[in-house]
Structures are given as structure tokens and as C-alpha cells.
């Protein structure tokens, strides 16, 4: 098991680019997050998909930022266009869920992404 | 909403002693999950302990162990015989119980140093 896979692991961009990070979670989770790591606002959870259907973006903080999940092995999330504040570390985190919930969420290594 | 609240940003402490790290959480759930995770300067998220609501006895995992206070609201991690590989930051984490996702609040984070 190669755990939760994210690329890139750096990016350094210049405002007003277009960002897309990539990941792909634990084969056989059935659930997808993304959450953001800055050092003023902590952990942030962005948005998650169960069973590859966005459920919860409501943590999503603009329409530059945009998150797709094309199939179970697959998640992107997109910022177009990036600011200097999008400046974070962005994880994305998988599990299996079941009906009672609450279960361990495996982290990928995140993707430092800085913006000029 | 939940909250999660660490309230020592650093800690510090020698290698072989014992270390305990405070969280307390407010919430009106009562079925809800607790975790502990340790971030290295490597940046990776890792498990290291989780607790469950309506189970009165405390988790361990070798070395850790919490002391869940539930009517306090309160989880605090305990680190027996500290190793230098426990530097890190730690983060307390609520999940409710119930509903459609794992969905993590995470607390601010307790940078822990171990000495020599």
C-alpha cells in the first residue's frame, strides 16, 4: 500500500496562475478530503467527496478554487486564479467510511505551494 | 459547531521522561470520535492514537496513551520514556459520531521539543 499520493510536492507559482494539484488516495477508500495548512488558520477542511460526489464545500474559500473527483482513484484541486494568500500547504486525506462514521483518515506528504 | 482548543503552543522534554499534552473540545454530540496526530518536520500527517466517545476505557498505543475525561471534556495525550523521534507538532482532533463523513475539526497544534 503506497498510501495517499499527492504531487506536487512544491510549487511555486506566480499570481495569477492557474494551480492544479493532484492526488490519489488509498486504493478501496470511499471517501476523499482536501484540507489546507496555513500557520494563522490551522487545519482547514476545504472539501470531501464520498463515493466520488462532492458532499461538503462549504470550507471552499472562493470560486477561484474549484475541486473535482473524475473516479475513485482521482481527485484535483484547482485554484485559478492564485493569489499570495493561497500560500499554504494543501493535504488531501482518504478513508473508508462506514454507516456508524468516523473513521482514521490517512494523510498524504501535502503540497507546499507558494504564490508570488 | 465542534471546537477544539490546545492551549500550550510549545512544549519541551528530555529524552526517557514523561510528557502530557492538553486538549479539551466543546460539543453537544454525544456519539463523537477523538484522535491525536503527530505532524514531523517531514510535514506528514501520522495517526497516533483515537479514542471513541462512548467508550470509557482510555486508548494506548505502546508509548501513548490518553486520559479521556468526558464529562470535562477533556483528552490529553500522555507520552511515556519521550524519544528524540517524538519531536513534532501534535494535533487534538474532533469527528462526530454520526452524519455523512469522517470530517476532522483540528485544534491549533503543541510543537513539542524532545532534548537530550
Known amino acids: 500500500d503506497a498510501g495517499v499520493i499527492q504531487s506536487p510536492r512544491h510549487e511555486v507559482t506566480e499570481m495569477g496562475q492557474e494551480v492544479t494539484l493532484r492526488c490519489k488516495p488509498i486504493s478501496g477508500h470511499n471517501s476523499l478530503f482536501w484540507y489546507r495548512q496555513t500557520m494563522m488558520r490551522g487545519l482547514e477542511l476545504l472539501i470531501y467527496f464520498n463515493n466520488n460526489v462532492p458532499i461538503d464545500d462549504s470550507g471552499m474559500p472562493e470560486d477561484r478554487f474549484s475541486a473535482k473527483m473524475p473516479n475513485a482513484s482521482f481527485s484535483t484541486l484547482k485554484i485559478q486564479p492564485s493569489e499570495p494568500r493561497d500560500s499554504a500547504v494543501y493535504f488531501c486525506?482518504?478513508?473508508?467510511?462506514?454507516?456508524?462514521?468516523?473513521?482514521?483518515?490517512?494523510f498524504g506528504a501535502g503540497s507546499r505551494l507558494t504564490v508570488l | 459547531a465542534q471546537t477544539v482548543t490546545q492551549s500550550q503552543p510549545e512544549m519541551s522534554v528530555q529524552e526517557a521522561e514523561t510528557v502530557t499534552l492538553s486538549c479539551t473540545y466543546d460539543t453537544s454530540e454525544s456519539n463523537y470520535y477523538l484522535f491525536w496526530y503527530k505532524q514531523p518536520p517531514s510535514r506528514q500527517m501520522i495517526l497516533v492514537i483515537r479514542?471513541?466517545?462512548?467508550?470509557?476505557q482510555n486508548a494506548t498505543e505502546n508509548r501513548f496513551s490518553v486520559n479521556f475525561q468526558k464529562a470535562a471534556k477533556s483528552f490529553s495525550l500522555k507520552i511515556s520514556d519521550s524519544q528524540l523521534g517524538d519531536t513534532a507538532m501534535y494535533f487534538c482532533a474532533f469527528c462526530r459520531g454520526t452524519g455523512t463523513a469522517s470530517k476532522l475539526t483540528f485544534g491549533t497544534g503543541t510543537r513539542l521539543q524532545v532534548t537530550l
Open positions: 486525506a482518504s478513508s473508508l467510511e462506514y454507516a456508524s462514521g468516523a473513521n482514521v483518515l490517512t
Open positions: 479514542q471513541e466517545a462512548y467508550k470509557q
